[in-house]
Nanobody, 114 residues
Framework: QVQLVESGGGLVQAGGSLRLSCAAS???????MAWYRQTPGKQRELVAA???????NYADSVKGRFTISRDNAKNTVYLQMNSLKPDDTAVYYC?????????WGQGTQVTVSS
C-alpha cells in the first residue's frame, strides 16, 4: 500500500507558474508515476507521466509548458507548470502504478484566473 499526498496547488494568474509535489509513503523506485487532472463533469485525463527509468510523456495540451520529474531518494514526484492558462484549472491528482496496483492521492486544486 502506498499513500500519496499532493501539495502546491493554489490560485495563480494566467501566465504564472506553480509546482506541484506528490510525496509517497514508501519507495516509488519501481513505480510509474503520473499526474492527472479532472474538472467537474469531465473524465480524469492524463497530464504527464514518468516511468521508473525516467522516460516521460505529456498530454499535447501541456507539452512545452509542464515538466514532470521524480526524486526517488525523497519518494517525491513533481509537476512544474509554467505559462498557465485558465483551461489548466482543475483538481490535479498524483498516481502511482506498478503491475496491477494503482494508487491515487486526494488531489490538489489549481485555479488559473484570466
Amino acid at each position: 500500500q502506498v499513500q500519496l499526498v499532493e501539495s502546491g496547488g493554489g490560485l495563480v494568474q494566467a501566465g504564472g507558474s506553480l509546482r506541484l509535489s506528490c510525496a509517497a509513503s514508501g519507495s516509488i523506485l519501481s513505480f510509474k508515476m503520473a499526474w492527472y487532472r479532472q474538472t467537474p463533469g469531465k473524465q480524469r485525463e492524463l497530464v504527464a507521466a514518468i516511468a521508473s527509468g525516467g522516460g516521460t510523456n505529456y498530454a499535447d495540451s501541456v507539452k512545452g509548458r509542464f515538466t514532470i520529474s521524480r526524486d526517488n531518494a525523497k519518494n517525491t514526484v513533481y509537476l512544474q507548470m509554467n505559462s498557465l492558462k485558465p483551461d489548466d484549472t482543475a483538481v490535479y491528482y498524483c498516481n502511482a502504478a506498478r503491475l496491477w496496483n494503482t494508487y491515487w492521492g486526494q488531489g490538489t486544486q489549481v485555479t488559473v484566473s484570466s
